[in-house]
């Protein structure tokens, strides 16, 4: 995501720092000390009712005499600045939200937002929780003890007393994103993408040992085996770890194979995968890249560092490899039909012998491909045409096809 250039780049972010001005220290320990007037006055049944950060209303004068008066103020910003709170202003709405669930008999979760790029990430939960002991340690108040009280009625919910097969109908709807899961940042044309929320995996080493199987095992996964993507897929696999990489069963690969295709993805020219591509050109021909086509550059890499030529040492239980094509694939330019012979054919004899090869055709606009699919696969057991979840998602939009992740 692009961010958007009315923000300072020296300056995003570095005013967090800056905010704990003496009046600003001033501001949120009179709000804490009011707060602590109002709750330990006011039944623990209507604290729901109360709006946390309103109890204090700063008219100026009070905040201006203890700024002048009070030494507890500036003690009170030194300890904020060892607690290092990201944005101390909004300790409280933290606190009154962890607080008012508890109160509900939920546990209270941890949200990074971001409201204002200038001063950054907001202070969530558990930070304000945890900086709470030393605040009321200096201030003489009981908000931690108030918390620790309401939190004790919290009973967690016996996920782990479920049966089995109920937990994994769990994490198959937490863990799965349909249609596919795209392991290149810049997969053609994506719009709408699902996110996954992986924090459930964190919480005990049995639910990680049983999502993990979810997560990597049901969803499929989508690479770009040529082009700039091809490195970023390659590493992502790699970092996945080796326990999680044996759970993948299902990888869907698109290679490109024609030079006129009008929605080849480009990635930026100044980019860290590109400028280390070109460079790996330059080292390993010595060929004009203006004389020869773009597959054929792409084919040369494709010998020397590729997902293909690895994927059976780092995905050895995958169990469907599926092949499909860029879209508007041609070979009518008889240049680049010898190029595509030599794509397909690296293809097929770089994919694991073990495996279902499946290919999908929608996007061929070529009988010639397809003979030649035949031709390569008949030692494979011959052509396998299927469909995947990347062209089964791809809908008519305005006068051309356009791929939308539902």
């Known amino acids: 995501m692009q961010r958007s250039s009315s923000i300072p780049r020296n300056k995003l972010g570095k005013q967090a720092s800056q905010s704990n001005s003496v009046r600003d220290a001033a501001t949120l320990m009179l ?3 009011e707060l ?3 709750l330990s006055s006011t039944p623990r049944n209507q ?3 109360i709006a946390f950060d309103e109890v204090f209303a700063d008219k100026g004068s009070e905040t201006d005499h203890a700024v002048e008066n009070n030494e507890l103020v500036e003690k009170f910003r030194q300890l904020l600045k060892q607690l290092k709170l990201r944005q101390p202003d909004g300790l409280i709405l933290a606190y009154e939200k962890a607080y008012k669930a508890c109160v509900a008999g939920r546990h209270y979760e941890n949200q990074m937002k971001i409201i204002n790029w200038v001063k950054g990430r907001e202070c969530t939960c558990s930070e304000a929780i945890n ?8 201030l003489g108040t009981k908000h931690t003890a108030r918390f620790d009280e309401v939190f004790s009625f919290v009973k967690p919910f016996p996920f782990l007393s479920l049966a089995y097969e109920l937990r994994l109908n769990i994490y198959d709807h937490l863990l799965t994103r349909k249609p596919y899961l795209a392991l290149n940042s810049s997969a053609i044309l994506v719009a709408r993408r699902q996110k996954l929320d992986l924090s459930l995996l964190r919480v005990s080493s049995q639910i990680h040992k049983e999502g993990s199987k979810i997560l990597y095992g049901s969803n499929t996964f989508f690479i770009k085996a040529s082009g700039d993507g091809r490195e970023e897929a390659l590493i992502v696999i790699q970092s996945m770890g080796k326990h999680n990489r044996a759970l ?3 990888l869907e690969v698109q290679i490109y194979a024609d030079s006129g ?4 993805p480009s990635a930026s020219p ?8 070109r460079e790996l050109e330059r080292s390993t021909s010595s060929t004009s890249t203006s004389t020869r086509s773009p597959y054929e550059r792409e084919l040369k890499l494709s010998s020397r560092s590729s997902v293909l030529s690895t994927i059976a040492d780092i995905l050895p239980k995958l169990e469907t490899l599926t092949f499909l094509f860029a879209p508007e694939i041609r070979a009518n330019a008889s240049p680049d039909r010898e190029i595509i012979r030599k794509t397909i054919e690296f293809c097929v004899n770089n994919a694991p012998e073990a ?3 499946g290919w999908d055709l929608k996007f061929v606009r070529d009988t010639m491909i397809e003979e030649m699919l035949t031709e390569f696969m008949e030692s494979r057991g011959g052509l396998r045409k299927v469909e995947s979840k990347y062209s089964a998602s791809w809908r008519p939009y305005g006068g051309r096809e356009r791929h939308i992740a539902e």
């Open 31 to 33: 709000k804490l000390l």
């Open 47 to 49: 604290h729901s009712n």
């Open 261 to 264: 295709s009008s929605q080849k």
């Open 36 to 38: 602590e007037s109002v």
């Open 131 to 138: 900086a709470l002991p030393k605040i009321d340690e200096l």
């Open 270 to 277: 100044t980019s860290p995968t590109s400028l280390y591509l």
């Open 355 to 357: 495996n279902f090869v």
């Open 248 to 250: 993948i069963k299902k």
